[in-house]
């Protein structure tokens, strides 16, 4: 009997994926952890691994195929002794008025929460249905605990148990409505009809941005703070330090020092250091700063977790790391997801100043532009020159209010201003 291979969900915000190549082909043998294939997501390209052992039978899915939705057939495989008829999906069951028996496997597995997600193989399934397992008490041994043949093969069905009849079930809420896009394509196309244009279809990521972006801005109660920065302290202590890593081949930018900076003024005021959750806040204990990085076609935001407890050398090669493999599309889903906070430095860039959108859950994010030279009043009253730095700190009102943003974004200017004191 041949078992469908489905198309897997990566993330947990992973609707359909464009499956980029394949690793194996028809009639190759396959083993329980082979890498089969390697499928783009939304943000990242990730290898899918076998979860049984068997024959490829059919690939179902050309290399190269965009918009594949979750749990689509991309394959089949064979099972060892087999046919190549591909197993029927069973039929639902039917609903029953009376209350029915649940059996529980005889294993050593913590339960699942009720309504949790099971992740098995198509096999696994079938088997523990076969034998009237329960797969949510099965503790699973395949990638990520993901539940595969062995776990079930020797697994034996407990005496079945009578529950109690279930409770009523409150109809279904009613399905939201779709979130407004605009003007319909056939609309905006009609008025540039005779004017020459290229049409970009989107692709995965650009699809998530326009949503994401679209519902921050629609859900979000943004507020604006704003304060500038007087760099010159900070760009000598740069300079100083620099010389000092420089046999060890580390050279700090700007940016590592607003990292840090962020990072610190989250812990010195803790109740800034926060995400919305729906009906409520979390208020987060590590420093988990996420800073935007430009990439073709979008952006990602990976995440510098416990960001004060690291040295500025420390984030300075993280960062480059993450922007570097950010940009090929090598970043793990834990290494972008996640985080309170966010940086969106266009000052590289020479951008003066600007407001930048808050990336949900987030509570808020700061966004840096260019150090200027401009003429400052000095401590003595005197006119000067000074590098002077904008930032925006874009607030979510939900989650900080206008006087705790302010605290917050004082701390990050005075750290900034007398950089030494991060080394403390």
């Given amino acids: ?12 915000t992973m609707e359909e994926g464009t499956l980029a190549k394949w690793l194996v082909k028809a009639g190759d043998v396959v083993k ?14 990730m290898e899918f691994e076998a979860v049984d052992e ?18 689509t057939a991309i394959a089949t495989l064979i099972e060892e002794g087999g046919s190549t008829e591909v197993a029927a999906p069973k039929a639902a069951a039917a609903p029953v008025a ?20 099971v992740f098995a193989s198509p096999l696994a399934r079938r088997i523990a249905a076969e034998k009237g397992l329960d797969l949510t008490k099965v ?58 244009y290229t049409e970009v279809p989107l692709d995965g990521m650009r699809r998530v941005i326009a949503a ?33 890593l420089e046999s060890r081949g580390v050279k700090l930018s700007v940016n590592d020092f607003i990292i840090k900076a962020c990072a610190a003024a989250l812990q010195a005021v803790p109740d800034a250091n926060a995400v919305w959750a729906g009906d409520r806040i979390l208020k987060l204990k590590p420093s988990d700063v996420a800073v935007a990085v430009a990439v073709e076609g ?36 834990h290494e972008y997801q996640g985080g309170s906070f966010a940086i969106s430095n266009l000052g590289m860039m020479g951008v003066e100043n600007f407001d930048a959108v808050i990336n949900p859950p987030h509570g808020a994010i700061l966004a840096v532009g260019a150090g200027i030279k401009k003429p400052v009043v000095l401590k003595d009253g005197t006119l000067g020159v000074a590098t002077v730095m904008s930032m925006t700190l874009s607030v ?12 917050l974004l004082k701390h990050i200017v005075e750290l900034l201003e007398n950089p030494m004191a991060m080394l403390a």
């Fill in 298 to 333: 979008g952006l990602f935001t990976p995440v510098l977790k416990d960001a004060d407890k690291k040295t500025l050398s420390t984030l300075s090669a993280e960062m480059k790391d993450l922007a570097t493999r950010a940009k090929t599309k090598k970043l793990a889903p």
């Fill in 396 to 407: 979510d009102h939900r989650v900080i209010d206008g006087a705790l943003g302010a605290e």
């Fill in 212 to 244: 994401r972006l679209t519902e921050a801005k629609q859900t979000i109660p943004h507020f604006y703070l704003r304060r500038e920065v007087r760099l010159d302290a900070l760009m000598a202590f740069r300079e100083q330090l620099n010389k000092g």
């Fill in 54 to 71: 068997g024959t490829i039978g059919k690939i179902l899915i050309a290399e190269g195929t965009a918009g594949v939705k979750v749990n």
């Fill in 139 to 196: 503790q699973g041994s395949g990638p990520h605990g993901r539940i595969v043949r062995s776990d079930v093969e020797g697994a034996k069905a407990a005496p079945a148990a009578v529950v109690a009849a279930p409770a009523p079930v409150a109809a279904a809420p009613a399905p939201k409505a779709a979130m407004p896009t605009g003007m319909a394509a056939e609309t905006v196309m009609k008025i540039y009809a005779d004017r020459a």
């Fill in 32 to 45: 329980s952890g082979q890498i089969l294939a390697e499928i783009e997501t939304d943000k990242a390209t």
């Fill in 1 to 12: 009997m041949a078992i469908e291979i489905l198309m897997p969900a990566l993330s947990p």
């Fill in 98 to 117: 009376a209350p029915v028996a649940v059996a529980a496997v005889a294993v050593a597995a913590a339960p699942k929460a009720e309504g949790a997600r």
